[in-house]
């Protein structure tokens, strides 16, 4: 009996200009795009509650899309990961706040007048020091814990949901790869509406 193939999926796949590429120009238009596909094919969707009210922020016509992907929240109850995840987890922001530190003191050792472009500069470099690559919310957090629970793949382009879903042992798909491993799926004799 060949098992079903399920999908986590994030909002990054249709927000992410990048990623939603292949299935549209705007979020609205890869949303709509996703459900003619997925609804050629065997698999299931499933996306956190957390990530369906996010991506309703920039596709507000979701009423096709939520008869196609299931929301589920993570059983966060049930859930056990090995202690060596958040151990480096702790030692990784420890890093990271000692980098922001330096940063910060940086800033306010340099005299130069232009405040708005010492700020736009300490922003993005601290931006990157504190979140690149890492599990920065609670809703990237339950997209790694369903597909956890689930075994199922997560589709994504969070660099920071990769590297914790390679630490639990998730299976995850960079979310640009999603359009052509979605055509792939899609069962014989099913045409695309």
């Known amino acids: 009996m060949k098992t079903v193939k399920r999908y986590v999926l994030d909002t990054s796949l249709f927000v992410n200009p990048a990623a939603r590429a292949a299935f549209g120009n705007s979020p609205q238009e890869a949303v709509e795009s996703f459900v003619q596909m997925a609804g050629g094919s065997d698999a299931e969707f499933y996306m956190p509650p957390s990530i369906f009210r996010e991506l309703s922020n920039f596709a507000p016509n979701l009423s096709t899309f939520e008869g196609?992907?299931?929301r589920k929240a993570p059983n966060i109850y049930s859930i056990y990961l090995p202690a060596a995840v958040f151990y480096e987890f702790v030692d990784d922001i420890r890093a990271r706040v000692?980098?922001?530190l330096r940063l910060a003191e940086e800033f306010a050792v340099d005299n130069r007048p232009d405040n708005d472009e010492k700020l736009r500069?300490?922003?993005d470099k601290?931006?990157?020091s504190m979140r690149a690559g890492i599990v920065d919310s609670k809703e990237d957090f339950e997209i790694v814990l369903?597909?956890?629970e689930l075994e199922a793949a997560i589709v994504t382009c969070d660099e920071g949901i990769f590297h914790l879903a390679n630490k639990v042992g998730c299976e995850w798909?960079?979310?640009s790869r999603f359009h052509s491993?979605?055509?792939r799926a899609r069962k014989p004799g099913r045409a695309k509406k």
Do not use: H, T
């Open 173 to 175: 798909l960079d979310a």
């Open 98 to 100: 000692n980098k922001g």
């Open 181 to 183: 491993v979605l055509s």
């Open 68 to 70: 196609m992907v299931k």
């Open 126 to 128: 601290y931006r990157d």
């Open 146 to 148: 369903l597909a956890y």
């Open 121 to 123: 500069r300490l922003r």
